[in-house]
């Protein structure tokens, strides 16, 4: 078939399920959504091609689909349709598990039942979500060392000190706990998922038994044949569909973990996440206070290094103590350097006491002369550890293969040398970016040094972390796609869809298409937006916080159904808790009082007994909450959502582009805001039958210049301006 006819063909297996599906209205937005979808894949050139022709056809939509137009449905029939027909597979990466959760359990199922032709799909997962049932076994045997005597869950004793000082199961409960979850599995009552527990347990609970590839003997292990993440790798191979997450998505590349992306169809929905997505999965960092760690791993791969006799041991002393003098030394360094400004409070804090870590950022990601020299060290003699401990490993798999029966002894070791090894790559990564300097002209790394106090322990740490979140993408995402289609309700910031292809590295990409298909809602009849404007201003955080406060609880005194308030801080919504009046306080939930569900579940229980309920919630309630009709018909936002004014990767990226006579704030911070405000004001009108009041207490949106671009970015709601009561 040409390109043409799979196009054609995939537009008409939407219209027939939209068609096929009783009571449902097709919508124009949708369509042309859909038609774009199937034009993209039909033109992508997938597959191994001929060196002797040109380079191939990429194809790659980013399509801006307001609420209600009906996305998912508009991406994936056409998507799954072209797959079948071209015989390769959809790759959907989502960023927040609900949307996995609905795709997976509601969307894609209902789809296979609607489409003419058969398929299958798989959601796929990190290997850390699933349990290790070797390690399980030991665990809940009661045998919870390894060979050398060390419990495997206090391989790190600095933490495990300052953790001892927390609320924490005693060894003991442990035990039950890991007993019982044997007996769930032995007895088929659980299926090794941590999501599918009844009461997922804590990181500390679950990381001693978690599936880790740095453990992991893959069909080595005698339990290869039981294992739950290879079971589901199966169902992923057997699939046509698969649902992944921007995290795995971005970890897994070359892993061969999820499809070909040169030779499948990409889906990214919730695309805005993608640039942030990116940063946090290629920033890295080194603790360089606790090091009782590298003392334990040496030990370890001495032992058994011996047990295998591989000659590369020989190094490991040195490594480990040069590497530990190195880090000794720069924590020391960093301190004489960095100290005033480390030591120095918060502001808010009134002293350095805290858990919560100060920061001093690297100006212009130069590191200090003196500090060269040690990062040098550290990186050279983690990498030559690293080297021994890859020779073990190789050594550990190859009697593995020749010794079948001690198979369950030699993983049982090399889970031992994989519990630690990945606090050495990391560490390993961090100094190697620490040291790399930019090329002229381009951005530098963002680089800076923390303090913080954990239990009885003065931790410093190192961190650096790429400033572009496009250039990490173009180079490590896009460089292999060829087909992709990116969408969300907002992709474009202030009207343009610019600052989003710059964030996710496809501006002046001559394969990119732009859409979008604006929302099916009537919003100037369904919404209002009152603009109420304070005396105080905003940046005076204590006066205008009191007048907010003040204005806020006289307009949720009228609140009569479910309601949304969304706060930018924590201290502010604890003014705002505090000042409730008693009257009132039965109504109001908390976002962190309750678990999530079960504060939603409490929300709509109220509503739905015609009393009135108030969310107060953080940035996370401002997005991926759907709470239509009464649930939510007033949305209150206390503060323009600006980022937090010292991020060190936005301060980086600012100071590079002041440097370059360039505005960061016009640029970036703007933009930025744009998109989480059309987020946040998203909540508000969720169906066609929606009406709904939307609060801002923030006069810098109808006052200032930047204002009107913010305001250009989100729904036409009828305007009502205000001033305060105050």
């Known amino acids: 078939m040409s390109s043409t006819e799979w196009a054609r063909a995939a537009l008409q297996a939407f219209d027939a399920v939209v068609q096929g599906t009783e009571g449902f209205r097709g919508r124009a937005g949708q369509r042309a959504m859909a038609e774009q979808v199937a034009r993209t894949f039909s033109e992508a050139q997938l597959g191994k091609v001929d060196e002797e022709e040109s380079a191939p056809t990429r194809a790659i939509a980013v399509i801006q689909a307001g609420t209600g137009v009906g996305k998912s449905l508009a991406y994936s029939v056409p998507a799954i349709a072209m797959a079948l027909a071209r015989g390769t597979r959809v790759l959907i990466s989502t960023a927040t598990v609900a949307l996995q959760e609905q795709l997976v359990h509601k969307d894609l199922p209902a789809l296979a039942a609607r489409m003419d032709q058969p398929f299958q799909f798989a959601l796929a997962k990190g290997r850390g979500r699933y349990v ?371 964030e996710s590295g496809l501006y002046g990409d001559a394969a990119v298409t732009t859409l979008a298909v604006p929302s099916p809602f009537d919003y100037a009849q369904q919404g209002t937006l009152v603009a109420t404007e304070t005396r105080a201003e905003p940046r005076d955080a204590q006066a205008f916080t009191a007048e907010m406060v003040d204005a806020l609880l006289s307009d949720l005194a009228l609140v009569e159904a479910g309601a949304l308030v969304l706060f930018t801080s924590r201290e502010q919504m604890r003014q705002a808790v505090d000042m409730l009046p008693t009257a009132m306080r039965s109504a109001v939930l908390v976002q962190n009082t309750l678990p999530r569900p079960q504060l939603l579940a409490r929300h709509r229980e109220r509503v739905a007994e015609g009393l009135p309920s108030i969310i107060f919630g953080m940035q996370s309630f401002g997005e991926g909450l759907d709470l239509p009709g009464a649930l939510c018909e007033s949305l209150f936002i206390t503060k323009l959502p600006f980022a937090p004014p010292d991020d060190p990767v936005g301060e980086a990226r600012a100071e590079w582009l002041r440097g370059a006579g360039r505005d960061p704030f016009s640029e970036l911070v703007v933009p930025a805001t744009a998109i989480r405000l059309a987020q946040w004001v998203g909540r508000a009108i969720r169906t066609e039958e929606d009406r709904a009041h939307v609060y801002c207490y923030d006069k810098r949106l109808v006052r200032t210049g930047y204002g009107q671009r913010l305001l250009n970015g989100l729904p036409p709601f009828t305007l009502q301006r205000r001033q305060s009561a105050a």
Request: aromatic share 6%; proline share 6%; glycine share 6%.
């Open 132 to 502: 290790c049932k070797l390690k399980l076994e030991r665990l809940a045997g009661g045998s919870a060392g390894g060979d050398d005597g060390l419990p495997d869950d206090d391989l790190f004793p600095e933490e495990a000190a300052a953790q001892r000082q927390r609320p924490r199961h005693d060894a003991e409960a442990r035990m039950k706990f890991y007993a019982s979850m044997a007996d769930a599995l032995a007895t088929g009552l659980w299926d090794g998922d941590r999501d599918t527990l009844d009461n997922p347990p804590e990181p500390e609970a679950w990381s001693p038994v978690a599936a880790e590839a740095s453990s992991c003997t893959g069909k080595h292990c005698p339990l290869f044949s039981q294992c739950t993440y290879y079971e589901r790798r199966k169902q992923l191979v057997a699939a046509q569909v698969i649902v992944a997450n921007h995290d795995l998505l971005l970890s897994s590349l070359g892993a061969r973990l999820l499809p070909e992306l040169d030779n499948c169809l990409l889906v990214i929905d919730e695309a805005h996440h993608l640039p942030a997505t990116a940063l946090d999965q290629f920033a890295c960092e080194a603790d360089l206070s606790r090091l009782t760690w590298i003392d334990k791993l040496a030990s370890r791969a001495l032992r058994i290094g011996q047990l295998v006799e591989v000659e590369e041991i020989a190094d490991i002393p040195n490594h480990a103590a040069r590497l530990r003098a190195a880090l000794q030394d720069l924590a020391r360094l960093v301190m004489d350097i960095y100290g005033e400004q480390l030591r120095a409070p918060t502001p808010g804090r009134r002293q350095f006491a805290s858990a919560m870590p100060t920061r001093a950022r690297v100006p212009g990601g130069a590191l200090p002369e003196t500090l060269v020299e040690p990062f040098g060290q550290a990186a050279h003699h983690a990498e030559g550890f690293l080297q021994a401990l890859r020779a073990i490993a190789k050594a550990l798999r190859s009697e593995m293969r020749d010794k079948p029966d001690e198979a369950r002894r030699l993983s049982q070791l090399y889970a031992q040398i994989g519990a630690l090894a990945p606090r050495l790559e990391g560490l390993h990564a961090a100094a190697q970016l620490l040291l790399q300097d930019a090329p002229e002209g381009a951005v530098p790394a963002a680089k800076w040094f923390t303090l913080e106090v954990d239990g009885d322990f003065i931790v410093v740490k190192a961190h650096a972390s790429p400033v572009l979140p496009g250039s990490t993408l173009q180079n490590h995402l896009w460089s292999a796609v060829r087909g992709a289609v990116l969408t969300s309700a907002t992709l474009t910031s202030c009207g343009q869809f610019d600052f989003f292809l710059r």
